[in-house]
């Protein structure tokens, strides 16, 4: 395996463990609707 | 009321829609909410900090507008429940200031009379002077003051003028509230309020010639005309399509020329192998295939904040009643459904102006058929594709109409029947719509509004379409062959394995297995369709994004079936965009709506239905021109 194979191997194992954590952790309390649509809602506290 | 002496006092702003609450709001608190010359911009409780003239801090809460404590759209309740200290983690409030349009004084005094009569200390914001003084009112705050038992403030806030007079009266002590005069919820009350209102605004905001017409009434003359104002209308909504087309030209070139000179650096920086790929093919060229799509998207915002700042919205909304009722909708559905244009989430908030329940529950079930922002990119890449000509075109803009034209019809055909099926209210509503004056757009709060919005977009590129290109490289990577064919390496990728299982499923519809996958990674964001597209069909970053665009579309014009046969010809490119203009691809508007409509049943059933519908839409369209012989 070449360094460029080993480096972009890694990158896309980083890139899909933070899918997995994101899509798994519980989710926080949210204020707003809690995406980024735009939407202009902020936190109320 | 407060509980401990640290525990900041609370002032709630409220008012009738569109008196001017959230840009009071902003001014006191320095926050950026959005504001616009429409009413129910507002459609919850937001709340900020400000501090008094002696430094000491208040927590100031911007209510929804209302016309009356007895009100019963959602966004009303929020409002009522937010004064009588109903809503949870909210205390009810120390101090209420009610914000009202002087020149609509007749109008807005029943809310400030009832908000009085609850017994909250109550401080009046005498908004807008300067449009009342110039449409010929003569203003006594003095009087108001005298006759009411409150302080009034005249002030401008949008311009800042008056703001430090209303600080002067939030000091503390706070007024001590008057006596309530009327009985709360009765209809005698009612009854002797209007007559005190009248009353009180021959006094107080007197009318140099009553019968004097004003520049907004000149104007809506036209405007407003059942002919020449849907000129206008239709004129104007083309004019922001054509622009999204034309005007984006220019800033789209500059963002592709910035992209080839990074893909030209790192190809000279980085020798042929995996990791170049990565970094040209999958991160560049997923990237910024939905990078380029920011003038358009921005242009968008801005059209619709110019026209919602102006006033023009108002008119539009009113205009846009009698077509709504043909949809068994009202007038008010028009803002929900117009800010879906630009994304479907605060179109379905904003539905909480509607009051008959049925009625917003279907205008949040057709929202997403108005076609949002996220569907420009594959719109602005088939298009194109479809008249074999490069973009901006006065032809594309037409499509582009059609295709709007087609989903918004959709949403007004299925909310007819759904209207129907869910049957009358059991109570009466009526269509109340404020037109207010036309006023210069308030440009701070236009661009700022469109930059926001723009970073959205940009966090959403260099997030999850960031992630997803870098995914969707290596599953048309990965596992690799030996062989050096391009074609030979997909189909033995993961990518390539994936598009033959679902290609049976989509091969009906015109498509075959890879523009399947690209679907199929889609559902997470519309417009990860195209940087799908730009991996699976290995677009190599050109030199300028506008060639690799081209060469994206070269590379869709020449793909073929394993029989040699065009993969994409005009019957399989409209199919195509029917799927699009029908599929609800977007896991957070489903999201929003199972909240909004109180049930993930009905959110559920709506992603059904369009993703359903949308697939019937695409086959019927290719199969039945292949029928017609196209």
Redesign the interface.
């Known amino acids: 395996m070449d360094w460029q194979t080993l480096i972009a191997s890694g990158i896309v194992v980083l890139t899909l463990t933070i899918f997995l954590v994101r899509l798994t952790r519980r989710p926080r309390g949210r204020h707003g609707c809690g995406h980024d649509c735009g939407c202009g809602k902020k936190s109320i506290e | 009321m407060r509980t401990s002496p640290e525990t900041p006092a609370t002032i709630a702003l409220i008012g009738n829609p569109n008196a001017g609450k959230t840009t009071l709001f902003n001014t006191l608190t320095g926050?950026?909410?959005?504001v616009g010359n429409y009413s129910g911009v507002t459609v919850?409780?937001?709340?900020g900090e400000t501090f008094t003239p002696h430094g000491k801090k208040l927590r100031v809460l911007d209510l929804p507008g209302c016309y009356s404590l007895r009100a019963p759209s959602p966004d009303e309740k929020v409002a009522v429940d937010a004064l009588q200290g109903n809503l949870p983690?909210h205390p009810k409030p120390d101090l209420v200031v009610c914000v009202v349009d002087a020149s609509n004084l007749e109008r807005h005094l029943h809310l400030v009379l009832q908000v009085i009569d609850l017994g909250i200390p109550t401080v009046l914001a005498l908004n807008m002077v300067d449009m009342a003084e110039k449409s010929g009112l003569r203003l006594d705050p003095a009087k108001l003051s005298e006759e009411l038992g409150v302080p009034v403030v005249p002030m401008q806030a949008s311009a800042g003028r008056g703001i430090i007079e209303l600080k002067q009266a939030l000091r503390f002590p706070f007024p001590t509230p008057p006596q309530a005069k009327w009985a709360a919820g009765t209809n005698e009350g009612d009854a002797a309020r209007r007559e005190f209102i009248l009353d009180l605004c021959e006094l107080a905001a007197r009318r140099a010639d009553a019968h004097q017409l004003t520049f907004s009434d000149r104007l809506d003359h036209w405007l407003l005309h059942p002919i020449l104002g849907w000129v206008v209308f239709l004129a104007a909504m083309f004019t922001v399509f054509w622009a999204i087309f034309s005007f984006a030209q220019i800033p789209m070139g500059w963002i592709e020329t910035a992209q080839g000179g990074v893909a030209g650096w790192v190809e000279s920086l980085?020798?042929e192998?995996?990791?170049?790929?990565?970094l040209v093919d999958g991160v560049l060229g997923g990237v910024g295939g939905v990078m380029v799509f920011l003038p358009q998207i921005l242009l968008l915002?801005f059209f619709i904040g110019l026209l919602e700042s102006s006033g023009y919205m108002a008119r539009a909304a009113y205009l846009m009643d009698g077509v709504m009722s043909k949809a068994g909708l009202s007038g008010k559905a028009f803002l929900p459904l117009f800010s879906s244009y630009?994304?479907a989430?605060?179109g379905v908030?904003a539905t909480r102006t509607i009051d008959s329940a049925k009625e917003r529950l279907v205008t949040i079930f057709v929202a997403p058929w108005m076609s949002c922002s996220a569907r420009l990119p594959v719109y602005f890449l088939i298009v194109p594709l479809l008249l074999h000509e490069n973009e901006g075109s006065w032809k594309q803009a037409l499509i582009l109409f059609a295709i709007y034209a087609l989903g918004t019809l959709s949403a007004f055909g299925v909310a007819r029947v759904l209207r129907r099926k869910l049957g009358p209210d059991a109570g009466n509503h009526h269509f109340l719509l404020e037109l207010p004056p036309y006023r210069a757009p308030q440009w701070k709060y236009i661009f700022r509004?469109v930059l926001?919005?723009g970073g959205?977009?940009v966090?959403?590129a260099g997030t999850i379409i960031l992630?997803l290109s870098?995914?969707l490289?290596?599953l048309g990577t990965y596992p690799k062959t030996d062989s050096k064919d391009d074609a030979e390496a997909l189909a033995h990728s993961a990518m390539g394995r994936i598009g033959a299982v679902i290609e049976p499923l989509v091969k009906p519809l015109g498509f075959d297995g890879r523009v399947g996958t690209a679907i199929l990674t889609s559902f997470a964001a519309r417009e990860v369709f195209n940087s799908s597209m730009a991996v699976i069909f290995r677009v190599e970053a050109a030199e300028n994004d506008k060639q690799t665009r081209a060469s994206l579309r070269g590379r869709l014009a020449a793909a073929k079936w394993p029989d040699g046969a065009p993969l994409f010809t005009p019957l399989s490119m409209i199919s195509l965009l029917v799927f699009y203009i029908y599929a609800l691809q977007c896991l957070?508007t489903t999201?929003?709506v199972a909240r909004e409509a109180g049930s993930w049943k009905w959110a559920l059933g709506q992603f059904a239905f369009m993703c359903g519908f949308a697939y019937v839409s695409s086959l019927l369209v290719f199969q039945g021109g292949k029928i017609l012989g196209f």
């Open positions: 926050a950026n909410q959005k919850e409780l937001k709340s983690g980085i020798p192998g995996d990791l170049r790929s990565l915002f630009a994304c989430i605060p908030m509004h926001e919005r959205s977009f966090a959403k992630g870098i995914l490289w290596a957070p999201a929003v």
